[in-house]
Structures are given as structure tokens and as C-alpha cells.
């Protein structure tokens, strides 16, 4: 992989102005949301939130720099196919999550008085097991989708301001941490709104000045169509068929993009612990409405223009250096974004991009270190503590949990490898997916559903969505080298299934064991089941 | 227009129908929106009257 300089040209005194003013923003921000804080707020903000900020914070979290930088970049190689993932975005990450499920997940969590994702399965289900293991796995496998945002955030502070890796990584650590240490879930969702609106401006102004650079958009797209001839002959035998039309139905990219990208990430994100809970955090059901709005509009402008910028950075290379986007960036899809903005944008717009980008690892990574802080807190020791730990003393747990969070985050980050970005992603996403979407979705609709069918479903869920990591997926399998051991080969299996995501056949398998094992069995708490559903009757019209 | 092209063409459709649909049920709702029922209202301000009588500890009741 050639090396590619995309360090910016900027004044080092207004870029450190410029990140001085915005860190003075966020921690008045974080402070705002400790003062307006009580006890249960750091674990879901106080049930008081503004459908506004509820939902700029919601889409701030769920998208970081990988989906700017990384996806935008995957969208320079394999085109305009990704818009598919967009829609999916807004479609089951803004609106089946607010209108249709939020409200029953708000109506359930105010019920049972939950806080957070462990808590509210743990209650629906009476049972303290799905608690310590929900919040188990999001403490083990959580750390590893941290360090993935918190390595990209890393990486483009160092490319473009050629500040060294390990100070990047400390500086970004540090500031997160500071400011969920002193806001809880209050000031990240405050602060998380500041940085959804300039990722907002960002982007727009991206997409604008690009379309003007390219002569206007019917210009930019006929350009792109054009190019169908230029696909690399190894692309053209994956599958690949222009940056205007879809990968050929069931190639490798076919696969890599349908059920990796737009099912794993476009539905996976609804059995996201970290987003899910900011359900409970609205006043109404009638709060969630307006989120949908909000939301939709911010996942379209953030989500799709990074989308759209990556395939057509293909025609400005190609114009400018006669060269496609990936060769331009040196192979390295990562790079095809920032070396677009610095080539292609105003320079002072890269004093902006810096803080879009800061911005959109802040709000991940923040609202990652929270759920893992939480978990470990409230749904952990205090739970096990059983009612003898004070609130002071939960809230001082959480935060002790929040640094080890951050530590273990920073030395995961140390220790990964590169070009692990995507794949720490999408392990996390199918982890949280395979096993928990069919029981969570199902607790919101289905009174018959049971505890040991929750239970097997979420078990067997992660336990194929694992095996598939580990010997069939061939992105990951290659990583473990188990398969390799076992066969010589970097999947068990060397057809085309070594490109289908494990969700796809775990999500299957755990939706059969929850409804199988629940047909089955009894339910054992009946009454709280009932008075769930009737204030889920009550609450929603 | 080739199948692929037509795909992409859907997929642009689907993400400004979706965007569309987010807006439109959010709008709607937000000026339709019904007063609480007295069963929802009571659950609620029962709720909030709890959470206010918590002490603050973080901040001594500011």
C-alpha cells in the first residue's frame, strides 16, 4: 500500500484556537448537564430530554468517523450502491427505532423503571442472569467498536495534522473521558447535539461546494456513469459494475454489501445498547414523533452525503489527475476522504472538517464509554450489591467503570492491528444483533414470550453469530486464524459463503430458539408482563 | 438503464422515501398531538413527582 500525504495545510495557532473554543463549548455543555442532573440521570439523563437534542444525540452516536471517513471512503471503491445502506439508516435506525419501537421501549423502561439496555431485558424478564450476561458481553465486546472509533479518530488527527499516533489517541481519550465523567448521560446527549449540528454543516457544505467543483450534479453523476468503463479488471471479477449501478446479485461484493453493510449495520443497529436506551431518556412518547423528523433529516445530510462525496471523488481525481480515488489515496480507502477535502475544499475549511471529525468520534466514543461505565455499575456491582449500595455510591461505581473503560479502550487501540477498523465494527454490531434483536424486539409485541426463551435466543444467537466469526466469515476467520489451523484455509468453507455476514444465518437462529423455546415454557412473571403492556396500551395512542 | 443502475435508482428512492416518511410522521404527530389521557398523565407526573422528591446528590439541590 503506497503511502499518501494527506497532512492539511493549516495555521497550527487557529487550528489550536479553533479546538479551544470548541473544547470550551463541550465542557460548558458537560457542565450544563451536571447541574441539571440527579441521581438516576447519569444512567439515563432524566427522562426529561428534548426530542431535538434527543435525536441529534441519538444520530451523533450512531454515526462516527468510520461512517464518514471509512464508509465514505468504501464509497469511492464500490459506488453509489451504498445509498442502500443510507436508506436502511433512516428507515430502521430513525424510524421503526423512534416511531414504532422507541415508544413501546420508552412505555416498557418507564414501567419497569429501567435505566439502561441490561436492566430493561433484565426486569421484562425477571431475570438477574440476562442482567450480568447483557452486560458481560457489552463490557467484553464493546471495548473492541470503541477502539475501532477511537483508532480512526486517531488516525485522521494524525494524517492530517501529523500529530504521532499514541498523542492523538491520549488527547481523544482524556477529553471523552473527562467529560462522561462529569455530565453523564445528560451532558453527553447535550454535548452530542452541538457536534451532531456541526457535522450537519460539515457535510452540507461538503456536498455543495463538491457539486459546484463538479459542475453541478446532473454534470457530476453523467461524469460518474461514464466511468463504468474504468472499473480495475479484479473489482470488474468481484462483481463490480460501475459507481453507478449495483455489484452483480451475489458476487463478493454483492454479499459484502447487502448483508455485512446494509442488513448487519442498517437493521443490526437496532439492538444497539448504547442507542437504544436513549428511548428512555424523553419526557413523551410524543417526543419520539419529532426525533423522527430530526433524526431522519440529520441521518440523510451526515449518512448519504459522505456516500455520495466518496463515489464522486472518483471523478474529481479522475479529472484532475487522471487517476481513480483509490489509486489516488494510495489503496487505502481511508485516506480517499481527507485527501478529497484537501484537495478539493477551501483551506479553511479544513479547520471545520477537523471539528466535524472530532465531533463524530466525540459522540460515539462518549456514549460508548457511558453504556460501558453503566454496565459495569449499575449492572453489575450494583445489581449484585442488591440494594446496599447507596445511589452516591452507583453513580462513583459507574464512573470508576467509565475509566477502566476508557483504559481498556486505549490499550485495545494500542494493540490492534491496522485495517481493523471495519471489522471491530461490524463484530460488535453482529455480536449485539445476533443475539439480542429477536428477544428485544419480541419482549416490545410478545406477552408469550418467556425467560428461557429470551435467554435461548439471545445463547444461541451469539453463539452462531461467534462460529461464523471464527471459521466462516472470511474477513474475521482470516484475523483468528482458527480456520486456518483446522483447514488451511482462511474459512472453513472456500465458496461464497465465506462472504455472507454471520447475522444473516444468526439472526434466523436466534429468533427460532426465542419463539421455539417460549412455546415451550412458562412465563414466569405474568403480572409485571401485564402492566407492561397495559401502559404500553395507555401510553401510545 | 441496466438492472444494477436501476437498483442504485431504488436505493435513492428508498432513502428519500424514508427521510420523507421520518419528516412527515413527525410533523404530523407534533401537530396532532393530543392532550395526555388522565390514566398516561397520572402515570407520568406520578413518575416526576417521585423523581423530584430524590435528592440531588451531586449538587446539593441546585
Not at chain 1, 45 to 49: K, P, S, T, Y
Not at chain 1, 521 to 524: G, L, N
Given at each position: 500500500m503506497d503511502s499518501v500525504n494527506v497532512t492539511l495545510d493549516v495555521n497550527l495557532f487557529v487550528m489550536v484556537a479553533v479546538i479551544i473554543v470548541y473544547l470550551g463549548a463541550v465542557a460548558f455543555l458537560s457542565w450544563l448537564g451536571r447541574i441539571k442532573s440527579r441521581g438516576d440521570d447519569f444512567a439515563s439523563?432524566?427522562?426529561?430530554?428534548p426530542s431535538a437534542v434527543m435525536a441529534l444525540s441519538y444520530g451523533a452516536a450512531f454515526i462516527s468517523t468510520s461512517a464518514i471517513v471509512g464508509f465514505g471512503g468504501m464509497a469511492a471503491e464500490i459506488?453509489?450502491?451504498?445509498i442502500w445502506l443510507a436508506g436502511a439508516n433512516i428507515f430502521f435506525g430513525i424510524f421503526l427505532a423512534f416511531a414504532v419501537f422507541g415508544k413501546r421501549t420508552r412505555a416498557v423502561g418507564l414501567t419497569l423503571d429501567a435505566h439502561t439496555f441490561p436492566e430493561f431485558l433484565s426486569k421484562r424478564f425477571a431475570s438477574p442472569f440476562i442482567r450480568y450476561f447483557t452486560a458481560a458481553v457489552m463490557i467484553v465486546s464493546m471495548p473492541l467498536y470503541a477502539a475501532a472509533v477511537l483508532i480512526g479518530a486517531a488516525r485522521i488527527l494524525e494524517s492530517l495534522l501529523g500529530v504521532p499516533y499514541e498523542y492523538a489517541l491520549a488527547a481523544f481519550s482524556l477529553l471523552v473521558a473527562v467529560y462522561v465523567l462529569i455530565g453523564g448521560l445528560r451532558g453527553v446527549m447535550y454535548t452530542d447535539a452541538l457536534q451532531g449540528t456541526l457535522m450537519i454543516a460539515g457535510m452540507l457544505f461538503l456536498l455543495v461546494a463538491m457539486f459546484i467543483k463538479l459542475g453541478g450534479p446532473i454534470d457530476a453523476f453523467s461524469k460518474l456513469h461514464a466511468m463504468?468503463?474504468?472499473?480495475p479488471p479484479e473489482s470488474a471479477a468481484a462483481g463490480?459494475?460501475?459507481?453507478?449501478s449495483d455489484p452483480k446479485v451475489f458476487s463478493p461484493v454483492w454479499w459484502t454489501l447487502?448483508?455485512?453493510?446494509?442488513?448487519?449495520?442498517g437493521v443490526g443497529v437496532l439492538a444497539q445498547p448504547h442507542l437504544a436506551v436513549?428511548?428512555?431518556?424523553?419526557?413523551?412518547?410524543?417526543e419520539l414523533n419529532r426525533a423522527a423528523a430530526v433524526g431522519g433529516v440529520f441521518i440523510l445530510i451526515t449518512v448519504a452525503t459522505p456516500y455520495v462525496l466518496g463515489a464522486l471523488s472518483n471523478v474529481f481525481f479522475y479529472e484532475k489527475d487522471g487517476v481513480l480515488a483509490s489509486v489516488a489515496a494510495g489503496h487505502n480507502v481511508d485516506s480517499v476522504i481527507p485527501l478529497l477535502i484537501k484537495q478539493a475544499?477551501?483551506?479553511?475549511f479544513s479547520y471545520f472538517f477537523m471539528l466535524v471529525i472530532l465531533s463524530a468520534a466525540v459522540s460515539t466514543l462518549s456514549s460508548q464509554f457511558h453504556a460501558i461505565g453503566v454496565a459495569f455499575g449499575r449492572d453489575v456491582l450494583e445489581a449484585a450489591a442488591r440494594g446496599r449500595l447507596s445511589r452516591r455510591s452507583s453513580v462513583l461505581i459507574s464512573r470508576i467503570g467509565i475509566v477502566a473503560a476508557v483504559l481498556l479502550t486505549v490499550f485495545l487501540s494500542m494493540k490492534m492491528g491496522a485495517g481493523i477498523i471495519a471489522r471491530a465494527t461490524s463484530i460488535f454490531f453482529g455480536i449485539m444483533a445476533s443475539g439480542w434483536l429477536a428477544p428485544f424486539l419480541l419482549s416490545l409485541y410478545?406477552?408469550?414470550?418467556t425467560k428461557a426463551g429470551a435467554i435461548a435466543g439471545m445463547v444461541c444467537g451469539l453463539t452462531a453469530a461467534l462460529i461464523g466469526f471464527l471459521f466462516f466469515h472470511e474477513s474475521e476467520s482470516a484475523v483468528f486464524g482458527l480456520a486456518q489451523l483446522l483447514t488451511?484455509?482462511?474459512?472453513?468453507?472456500?465458496?461464497?459463503?465465506?462472504?455472507?455476514?454471520?447475522l444473516v444465518y444468526a439472526l434466523p437462529i436466534s429468533l427460532f430458539f426465542t419463539v421455539v423455546v417460549s412455546f415451550f415454557?412458562?412465563?414466569?412473571n405474568a403480572d409485571t408482563v401485564k402492566k407492561c403492556f397495559q401502559n404500553i396500551k395507555n401510553m401510545i395512542q | 438503464m441496466t438492472g444494477g443502475e436501476f437498483s442504485v435508482l431504488l436505493g435513492v428512492i428508498f432513502l428519500f422515501a424514508s427521510a420523507f416518511l421520518c419528516i412527515v410522521y413527525g410533523i404530523l404527530n407534533s401537530i396532532r398531538r393530543?392532550?395526555?389521557?388522565e390514566k398516561e398523565r397520572t402515570e407520568e407526573e406520578k413518575w416526576l413527582d417521585e423523581e423530584e422528591k430524590i435528592d440531588d446528590e451531586w449538587t446539593g439541590g441546585v
Open positions: 439523563g432524566g427522562r426529561n430530554i459506488g453509489m450502491s451504498l463504468k468503463e474504468l472499473v463490480h459494475q460501475g459507481w453507478l447487502y448483508s455485512s453493510l446494509v442488513f448487519g449495520v436513549r428511548c428512555l431518556t424523553v419526557k413523551t412518547s410524543a475544499m477551501p483551506g479553511w410478545w406477552q408469550r414470550l488451511g484455509n482462511p474459512a472453513v468453507v472456500m465458496n461464497i459463503f465465506r462472504f455472507v455476514d454471520p415454557t412458562k412465563v414466569t | 393530543r392532550p395526555l389521557s
